[in-house]
């Protein structure tokens, strides 16, 4: 009889020890990824799509953030480690034509506390973009920065003509 006491103890405790806040809950906001469109550089007006657009970090360990997609416009992950993030735009990928450049975004870091379940977010303040220049083998014309505070996800920060 003890035991079947003491086991309901047990049990009653560890429903008991887990409470609502100690889930992160799925529409918590979380760590905002940069959004970029692409526009047509003869009529910044309309969008216009990359065809076959693949983006890899530009490090020695290069990874594919987005593979062969015909997109007019994407979110991407910004290095929450350092405040500057390299990647390669490559247009027409796997095509006859292929091109890539260079992008750097520069920003400055907040972590941002969310809750105790969801810990810390990192947020994004004075974005700016520099592109290494390759004189007419460039497929990018102009990168307007929109947005230079990235909190959401909810309008792009960036846009590029090409």
């Not at 889930?23 to 760590?31: D, L, M, Q, R, S």
Request: glycine share 4%; proline share 4%; charged share 20%.
């Amino acid at each position: 009889m003890f035991k079947r006491i003491l086991f309901i103890i047990i049990i009653l405790s560890t429903i008991q020890g887990c409470t609502r806040d100690d889930i992160c809950a799925e529409g918590t906001p979380t760590t905002p990824l940069l959004i970029i469109t692409f526009k047509d550089s003869t009529n910044p007006l309309i969008s216009k799509e990359v065809p076959n657009l693949t983006i890899e970090t530009a490090d020695a360990n290069s990874t594919q953030v987005i593979t062969a997609v015909s997109t007019d416009s994407i979110a991407i992950p910004l290095n929450v480690s350092t405040d500057s993030t390299k990647y390669r735009f490559k247009q027409d990928d796997g095509g006859d034509n292929p091109n890539t450049d260079i992008l750097t975004f520069s920003y400055t870091r907040e972590d941002v506390y969310v809750n105790r379940a969801c810990g810390y977010k990192t947020t994004y303040d004075n974005l700016s973009v520099a592109k290494e220049d390759e004189g007419s083998a460039n497929w990018i014309f102009l990168i307007e920065v929109i947005n230079q505070t990235i909190e959401n996800e909810s309008q792009a920060h960036i846009t590029i003509l090409h």
